[in-house]
């Protein structure tokens, strides 16, 4: 008998970008709409070819805004990415800091606020860091280990892949997801459609545009009382192109030398 997928790990995959709501794999979507009930076009639509559209503007998005939160996890991401690896926003781990991220072409600039610098560096030596550079962007290239793996958030092809990759048909013995529409509601000012899909205890919902191109607005996890979502926006508009000013940034390998000389003390 195939093993169910934990709601937790759903909702902590959803934040992270998981494919959700795709497929043409999938079958049994609800019966059309024979009119319009605030739906606009999407009316004579299935909820299978509302998600199938709407999956299809995300993947061609050549940028977006991406915001993600969840009640699992104290992490949260707000980035303005681009397809040519530009970005710029913020990544929270809650009481282990926030970090404010700039990356143009290879250069990078991460600016970590003072509960970062204390959980990273234990002690005096913490505080003494936090005051020393508050306000100031730590710069390098992806060529740095460090900054190469906060880079991963600026990759918008890798988001777009597994939010919108191919689904595999469900196990042997488990029933077929069936799509669904909801009633029209309001998404930060814009009109959706919600489609759901309910599987594993795991209820998933894709807020889709009526009106204009039919993106993905929003889309939710909801499980044992626990919800992930993550909301888009601003597509295809430019990723702001302003960088720190030299006066404002230190070199990351001020960081290395920190962390190294933590490392070798734990190990005196």
């Known amino acids: 008998m195939a093993s169910r997928r934990r709601p937790a790990t759903a909702i902590t995959a959803l934040t992270c970008g998981a494919t ?6 999938w079958t049994g979507a609800a019966a059309a709409a024979t009119r ?4 606009g076009d999407l009316a004579g639509k299935s909820a299978q070819q509302i998600s199938d559209t709407a999956l299809h ?21 707000d980035i303005s990415l681009d397809e040519a690896g530009n970005c710029t926003g913020t990544i929270s781990k809650g009481s282990y800091g926030r970090i404010d991220l700039v990356k143009r072409g290879n250069k990078v600039w ?10 990273q560096l234990p002690g005096k030596g913490g505080s003494d860091a936090a005051r020393k550079y508050a306000g100031r962007y730590l710069h390098g290239t992806t060529g740095d280990p460090i900054l190469q793996n906060l880079s991963a958030a600026c990759d ?22 069936r799509l669904t529409k909801g009633k029209p509601t309001v998404q930060e000012g814009t009109r959706v459609l919600p489609v759901v899909k309910k599987i594993d205890g795991v209820t998933q919902t894709l807020y889709v545009t009526i009106d204009g191109k039919h993106y993905p607005r929003k889309l939710t996890a909801e499980a044992d009382h626990e919800t992930g979502t993550v909301l888009l926006s601003n597509y295809d508009k430019p990723v702001p192109s302003k960088t720190p000013p030299p006066g404002k940034t230190v070199d990351i390998s001020v960081l290395e030398e920190l962390l190294r000389g933590t490392q070798e003390s734990e190990a005196a």
């Open 20 to 25: 959700l709501l795709a497929g043409p794999a």
């Open 36 to 39: 319009d009930d605030g739906e």
């Open 57 to 77: 503007e995300l993947a061609a998005a050549k940028s977006l805004r991406v915001r993600t939160l969840s009640t699992a996890d104290p992490g949260k991401l």
């Open 110 to 119: 991460m600016k970590p606020d003072a509960a970062f610098w204390k959980t």
């Open 156 to 177: 918008l092809n890798a988001f777009q892949q597994s939010a919108t990759g191919p689904t595999s048909p469900p196990p042997s013995g488990h029933p077929t997801p």
